[in-house]
């Protein structure tokens, strides 16, 4: 299966920018959707944003019109733009397919909000 590893998480301040990638150890091309999802301290999962292998996207309405979702299939990468952040948006991030696949869950990168 594919191994998924989140990075370009941090500390930001509301209002900032984030850009988290998600780089696969293989390639991307066969998997139709590839999502964002995030969890907050005692919250579900919850998907934010995906991006079909034909450049479809989804957002969940929290996060419409701030995030932005791409994936570089020659890099194996997907990458969530995160602007205009809110204190709502601290979370661990993680990708996968969309729907998930439960062997490919990684370790998630960390986002944490605050001035």
């Known amino acids: 299966h594919v191994q998924l590893v989140e990075s370009g998480g941090g500390l930001v301040q509301p209002g900032g920018s984030l850009r988290l990638s998600c780089a696969a150890s293989k390639s991307i091309l066969n998997i139709l959707a590839m999502g964002w999802y995030r969890q907050a301290p005692g919250k579900q999962r919850e998907l934010v944003a995906a991006?079909?292998?034909?450049?479809?996207?989804y957002f969940d309405d929290s996060v419409k019109g701030r995030f932005t979702i791409s994936r570089d299939n020659a890099r194996n990468t997907v990458f969530l733009q995160m602007n205009s952040v809110k204190a709502e948006d601290a979370a661990g991030y993680y990708c996968n397919a969309a729907p998930p696949t439960t062997r490919c869950w990684g370790q998630g990168t960390q986002v944490t909000v605050s001035s």
């Open positions: 991006i079909t292998s034909n450049s479809s996207t």
